[in-house]
C-alpha cells in the first residue's frame, strides 16, 4: 500500500501507551475493543480521546521533527552530525530529507487517529450519553486534529484535508488543498472545540481556553496569509485580539512563577500549560519523550545511558541573551560552569562543560521518581501552546498594523512574560521586540520556524532578512565570554545558501509524491 494511504487510514487504536501512572492516560487491556463495543458510557469516550495525546500518535514527529524544523532550521540549534540536519541549517533541503518525513507522516498519523476517534464516537456513540460529554470528546478530538494540521501548513503550505479515513480506500489519491481553506479548516474545528470543551478538566486534558488560545494564533497568521507590504488583514487581527484577550482576561490562568520550573516534570500540566503532550515511561521506540537522547552526558540520563551527540545553542542565539536574562537563557541550554542540582541529584548534580539545550533535558530515573523512564521514555510532558505564549499573540494582536504601542493591554501581557524572566517592564513595543521576546521565551520549545512563516504571508523581506542575517554556528565559552568557532573547523561557519521566499514552504518528501502524484499538482478549494 502506498506510504501516504498508509499513514491515513490507521485506526483508531494503532497507539498505546503502557504503564503510565497518570490517571486519566491509564487504560484497559485494548484487545477487546471493537467499534460494536466501545463509544458507550463517557468514560469509553475520554480513553479514546486520551489516546490523542502522546504514545506513537504524536512520537515520530515529537522526535524526529518538533525541534529539527521549529529550531534547528530557524537558527536556534545546531547539529552536526547528521547530514538531512545540516540541510535544515544551510538551506539545501531536498524531497528525500528524512525529517520532512517524518513531519508528513508523524503530523498525518495525528490527524487520522483523531479522524477515527471522531468518526467512531458520531457513528457508534450511545445515545445514552449525554450530549455534552460526546461534544466535549469531540471537541478534544477536532483540538488536537487542528494543531496537527497548523503544523502541517505552517510547514508545506497546501497539503490534502482529510476529514473520513474510509473515503480513502475507494479514493486513494489526493489533490493539496489551497492554504487558505486549510487554515479555514483549522479555525473552524477550533471553534468548535472553544464551544465545546470545559473551562476545567483534570490536568492535561484541553479546556476552552486551550482551544480559544490556539485560535488566536490562527488567526494572527491568517491575518497575514495573502498580504503584502506588511500590512495584514484588520478582521482577522481582531479575531486574534478577540481569542487571545479572553484567555488573558477571563480564564483566570495565571503565569507560572518560576521559568525554570516549566521544563522540570515535577511541574508538569502546570496552569501556565494550555496544550502538552502526555508522556509514559518505560514505553518502546518513538512511543514515549525521546527527546533526552540530545542530552550532553549519560550522568543525566535515565538509567545513565543513551546520551547521543547534543543539540547545542547557536551563536545567533546565544548574542539574544542580556546578562539580565540569565533565568530563561540557564533554564533554555547550558553554558560550560553551570551547576544544575536537580539533574543527577545523587551523584550530587551536573555541572556543564560545553554548551548543550537544557529544555527537554530533565534527568535520571531518579531524579524523577520514575523507576521504568529509560532513554527513549522521559516523563517531561512538553507544552505545544502555553499562556506566555498567548500573552505575545495577544500584545502582537493590539500592534497589528501599527508601528509601535503603547496600549496598556499589550504592555501588561507583554511585561507579564518579561517580569517573569526578571527583566525590567517595557513602555513601548514594536515587531522587532515582539519577534526577540518571543524568540527567547519559547526558544527550544518548535515555535520560532512558525512566528518566521507567519512573518513571511506579509512581509517576506523582513522574513528572509532576519534569516540572513543570523550567525548560525557553534562557539565556546570561557570566563563570561562567547567566541564563534572560526571558519575551518567543526560548527564554525558553514556555507549557507541565502534565503528566500521559497524557504520559508517545505518541498514534500519525495516518497509522497511518488505515492501519489495527485500531491504535485497545483492545490484545489475544499470548500
Not at 80 to 94: C, E, M, N, P, V
Not at 379 to 397: C, P
Amino acid at each position: 500500500m502506498k506510504s501516504f494511504n498508509k499513514i491515513v487510514i490507521l485506526i483508531l487504536f494503532a497507539a498505546t501507551i503502557a504503564g503510565c501512572s497518570k490517571s486519566f492516560l491509564d487504560r484497559p487491556s485494548q484487545s477487546q475493543i471493537s467499534s460494536d463495543n466501545f463509544y458507550q458510557t463517557k468514560a469509553d469516550l475520554r480513553l479514546a480521546t486520551a489516546n490523542l495525546y502522546g504514545g506513537a500518535t504524536w512520537g515520530n514527529w515529537n522526535y524526529s521533527a518538533y525541534l529539527q524544523l521549529g529550531d534547528i532550521l530557524s537558527g536556534n540549534l545546531y547539529y552536526s552530525w547528521f547530514g538531512d540536519y545540516i540541510q535544515l541549517a544551510t538551506r539545501t533541503i531536498t524531497a528525500q530529507n528524512s525529517v520532512l518525513q517524518s513531519a508528513w507522516t508523524g503530523l498525518f498519523n495525528t490527524v487520522a487517529q483523531c479522524n477515527s476517534t471522531i468518526n467512531g464516537i458520531e457513528q457508534y456513540g450511545s445515545p445514552n450519553i449525554a450530549v455534552s460529554d460526546k461534544n466535549a470528546a469531540l471537541g478534544e478530538a477536532r483540538f488536537i486534529r487542528a494543531m496537527a494540521y497548523y503544523n502541517l501548513a505552517i510547514l508545506f503550505g497546501a497539503v490534502p484535508i482529510i476529514e473520513d479515513n474510509s473515503k480513502l480506500i475507494k479514493n486513494p489519491l489526493l489533490n493539496r488543498n489551497i492554504l487558505s481553506d486549510v487554515y479555514k479548516f483549522i479555525a473552524n474545528d477550533l471553534t468548535y472545540a472553544a464551544q465545546n470543551l470545559p473551562a476545567t478538566d483534570v490536568a492535561g486534558r484541553v479546556t476552552t481556553w486551550s482551544a480559544q488560545g490556539m485560535l488566536g494564533k490562527v488567526y494572527l497568521t491568517m491575518a497575514g496569509l495573502g498580504q503584502s507590504g506588511g500590512i495584514r488583514n484588520v478582521a482577522y487581527l481582531d479575531s486574534a485580539k478577540k481569542y487571545a484577550g479572553n484567555v488573558c482576561k477571563n480564564s483566570g490562568l495565571t503565569l507560572l512563577p518560576n521559568y525554570a520550573n516549566l521544563f522540570k516534570t515535577q511541574y508538569n500540566n502546570n496552569q501556565e500549560s494550555l496544550f502538552a503532550l502526555q508522556w509514559a515511561p518505560g514505553v518502546g521506540w518513538l512511543d514515549g519523550n525521546m527527546l533526552q537522547h540530545y542530552s550532553p552526558s549519560n550522568d543525566i540520563m535515565p538509567q545513565q545511558t543513551g546520551a547521543w551527540t547534543p543539540l547545542a545553542p547557536t551563536y545567533a542565539l546565544y548574542e539574544l541573551y542580556s546578562a539580565q536574562d540569565s533565568v530563561r537563557r540557564k533554564a533554555t541550554f547550558m553554558l560550560p560552569g553551570d551547576y544544575y542540582p536537580e539533574l543527577n541529584a545523587a551523584g550530587g548534580g551536573y555541572t556543564a562543560t560545553g554548551a548543550a539545550m537544557k529544555k527537554h533535558i530533565v534527568g535520571t530515573d531518579k531524579d524523577n521518581n520514575s523507576p521504568t523512564m529509560d532513554q527513549n521514555s522521559s516523563i517531561e510532558d512538553n507544552a505545544l501552546l502555553r499562556l506566555a505564549d498567548v500573552y505575545l499573540i495577544y500584545a502582537e494582536a493590539i500592534l497589528g498594523n501599527n508601528a509601535t504601542t503603547s496600549d496598556p493591554d499589550a504592555l501588561t501581557y507583554f511585561n507579564k512574560v518579561r517580569i517573569r524572566a526578571g527583566l525590567d517592564p517595557v513602555t513601548v513595543i514594536n515587531m522587532d521586540s515582539i519577534m526577540k521576546e518571543r524568540r527567547v521565551e519559547l526558544a527550544l520549545e518548535g515555535q520560532y520556524w512558525t512566528d518566521l512563516v507567519r512573518l513571511s504571508y506579509y512581509n517576506p523581506q523582513k522574513a528572509i532578512d532576519m534569516l540572513n542575517a543570523q550567525q548560525n554556528i557553534t562557539f565556546s565559552y570561557a570566563n563570561g565570554v562567547a567566541t564563534p568557532t572560526p571558519a575551518g573547523s567543526a560548527g564554525g561557519p558553514i556555507d549557507i545558501v541565502p534565503a528566500t521566499i521559497s524557504n520559508f514552504t517545505l518541498p514534500l518528501p519525495a516518497s509522497e509524491v511518488t505515492s501519489d502524484p495527485k500531491l504535485d499538482e497545483a492545490p484545489v478549494p475544499y470548500y
